[in-house]
C-alpha cells in the first residue's frame, strides 16, 4: 500500500483540519481533553467495525465513516452522556486509495459538524485486510445519575425510541434477499448504512428512565442485558413495536420476516425502563428532542425476556446478532 504523502502526509493533510484544540494539530503523542461540566465525568466508549461483517464492500466511504462515529455516539446516548469527542484508529488496506480515505474524512468532517464532537488523535496503520476501524468517543454526563442496564423495577413500562427493524431488513435489500418499492428499498438501506444516534433523547431520560440500553444486536438480545443486570423479567409485545411504513409494507410481503424487529441488530435506537407514572413527563421529551417514543411492554419479576403475539408467548427464532 502506497499513499501519496505517507502516514504523515496523510494525517497533515486529512486528518489535522478534524482536530479539537486539545489535540494540537495531531501533532504529538496525545491529547488534552478540557474539564468536564461541575458534577459531570467522563463517558468513554469503543466500537469496531470490519469490512465484510459490519458494512459491505461497495458502501460509500463516507457513509461507513458516519456510522462508524454514530454507533459508538449511540453508545453515549444510552448512558445519557452528551458527546464531546473521539479517538480514531484505522488499519488501511492495500487496496484503499487516498481518495477514498478522502471521502472516509469527508464523512467524519459532516457528521463532526452535526453532532458537535472533535477528533483528538488516534493512529493509521496498514494491513493486508480486511479494512479495520476502530473508534473511542467520550462524553460527559452527571456522576450520580448516569444511565446504566441494572436499573429496571417490576412495574416500569418497557419503551423504545423511533422504529425497529428497518436496518436489518435494509441490509437485506442490499444482500439481495429483499424486494420491495425503490422508495422503501432507498430507505431501508439508509437506515441498515446510516443509524441515528439518540444523542438528544439520551441525556433528557437522566433521572427519568430505570435503565437504558442501545439496540445494536437486537432488541431482544440487548433487552436480556438490562433483565439480566436488573435481576428482573421483561414482556415485549409484538403487535406494539414501531414500525416504519417501509418495514410494515416489507413484512406484509414477507411475513416469514416478522421477527426482523425484535431480532435484526444494527437498530442503534434506545430501549429504556421507566415508573408508569413518568409517561407525561417522557412524551414531553421526546417532543422536545423530536424523538418519537413507545410503549412496547413491561418489567415484571422474574427473569429473561418474554415475547408476546396475540396475547400469547412467541417461540422466537434467534433473539440477537452474536460475533462468537
Not at 458534577?39 to 470490519?50: R, Y
Not at 406494539?240 to 444494527?266: F, T
Request: glycine share 12%; with cysteine.
Amino acid at each position: 500500500m502506497t499513499i501519496e504523502g505517507g502516514e504523515f502526509g496523510l494525517i497533515a493533510d486529512l486528518l489535522a483540519p478534524l482536530a479539537a484544540e486539545g489535540a494540537f494539530g495531531l501533532t504529538d503523542d496525545a491529547a488534552l481533553l478540557p474539564e468536564p461540566p461541575a458534577g459531570d465525568g467522563w463517558v468513554v466508549t469503543k466500537d469496531a467495525m470490519v469490512g465484510g461483517v459490519h458494512f459491505l464492500p461497495d458502501d460509500p466511504p463516507d457513509l461507513i465513516a458516519r456510522k462508524l462515529l454514530r454507533v459508538n455516539l449511540s453508545d453515549l446516548a444510552a448512558m445519557g452522556a452528551v458527546p464531546r469527542g473521539y479517538l480514531l484508529a484505522t488499519a488501511w488496506t492495500r487496496e484503499t486509495t487516498r481518495d477514498w480515505i478522502a471521502r472516509f474524512v469527508a464523512g467524519l468532517a459532516e457528521d463532526q459538524a452535526a453532532f458537535g464532537v472533535a477528533l483528538y488523535g488516534g493512529d493509521t496503520v496498514s494491513t493486508p485486510g480486511p479494512l479495520t476501524l476502530s473508534l473511542t468517543a467520550f462524553g460527559t454526563a452527571p456522576r450520580q445519575s448516569l444511565l446504566r442496564r441494572n436499573g429496571a423495577k417490576a412495574g416500569d413500562d418497557v419503551m423504545v425510541s423511533g422504529t425497529l427493524g428497518d436496518s436489518a431488513l435494509g441490509l437485506q435489500v442490499l444482500q439481495g434477499t429483499l424486494e420491495t418499492t425503490p422508495e422503501h428499498a432507498a430507505f431501508l438501506s439508509q437506515r441498515y448504512r446510516l443509524p441515528e444516534p439518540r444523542t438528544a433523547l439520551g441525556p433528557a431520560l437522566v433521572g427519568l428512565a430505570s435503565a437504558a440500553q442501545d439496540i445494536s444486536d437486537g432488541l431482544l438480545a440487548d433487552l436480556g442485558h438490562i433483565a439480566e443486570h436488573s435481576g428482573v423479567g421483561v414482556e415485549v409485545h409484538l403487535e406494539l413495536l414501531p414500525l416504519s411504513v417501509a418495514a410494515r409494507e416489507a413484512l406484509v410481503e414477507r411475513p416469514d420476516l416478522a421477527q426482523r424487529p425484535m431480532n435484526g441488530g444494527d437498530d442503534y435506537e434506545l430501549v429504556f425502563t421507566a415508573p408508569p407514572g413518568l409517561r407525561a413527563q417522557l412524551m414531553a421529551c421526546a417532543t422536545a428532542t423530536g424523538t418519537p417514543i413507545t410503549r412496547i411492554g413491561r418489567v415484571i419479576e422474574g427473569d429473561g425476556v418474554t415475547p408476546f403475539a396475540a396475547g400469547r408467548p412467541l417461540p422466537v427464532k434467534g433473539r440477537g446478532w452474536q460475533h462468537f
